[in-house]
């Protein structure tokens, strides 16, 4: 499958950033569909599914989706952070984990000034390839993200960067760019431009401990590339090593 265009490394990107969000913000915050800065934190791990009904942008109702799993090293406060991430892409009973790929997002905390916490994070996708995966390419991209905690709890959070496998259903390099709301305690907004479409949904965060992320969202806002689509992403988050 072609991972750009079901959005996988976008939703991932994002789920990394749950406990980093979460540290700088009273309420939560986070932008659907492209790529975040963040990583995970020191010794935080997560395991995330997302889903399309429309593989490829192409028919609707063809639905695909994938599995993944990381786990946050190193010190991105004082050094650099480290999260390296495993992508299932065949997730069907027969065919479970016959096709996937790894990559790694290296990231680094950041200061934009009073009130603003961020971090820049290069992403190193499709490093390990099997299976249907194994033709895809390597990729890279270069995200920076910061987070302000608004007076009104309302935290806000713009993230921009430039990557390969961005435009033209992932064949060409492109920009992104976004912006997100954090709207109530447990919820928050999101809209952005990822290469050639427009992204934009909604994530939550429920239960009492916040370690369960919802996404849902529409790719291909305008359908400007008759790519219009749901996405769907779970995740969930916590400390699996003691750090420092």
Sequence with gaps: IDPSTLSDQELLD??????????????????FGIPSGFGAAPGIGFVA???TNRRDRRREG??????????????PVRGIGVTPI?????????????????GVTLSRAVSFGPGWSGS?????????????????????S?????????????PLMLSAGYGTGVSDGGRDDGGFLGIGLGIAPKAAVGVGWYGDEAVGGATFWPGERGNMQISVGIGDMTDRVSGRRLLLA?????PLSRTR
């Design 14 to 31: 994002l789920l990394e950033g749950i406990e980093a969000h979460r540290m700088h913000a009273v309420r939560p915050v986070a932008i």
């Design 49 to 51: 599914i997302a889903g």
């Design 62 to 75: 063809d639905w695909d989706g994938s599995l993944a799993f990381g786990l946050g090293f190193g010190d």
């Design 86 to 102: 495993v992508d299932v892409t065949s997730v069907s009973p027969y065919h479970f984990g016959s096709s996937g790929k790894i």
């Design 120 to 140: 820049v994070g290069l992403s190193l996708e499709n490093l390990v390839r099997w299976g249907d995966s194994s033709v895809l390419d390597p990729e890279a």
């Design 142 to 154: 270069l995200a920076v993200s910061a987070v302000h905690g608004l007076g009104n709890g309302m």
């Design 234 to 238: 779970v995740s969930l988050a916590g």
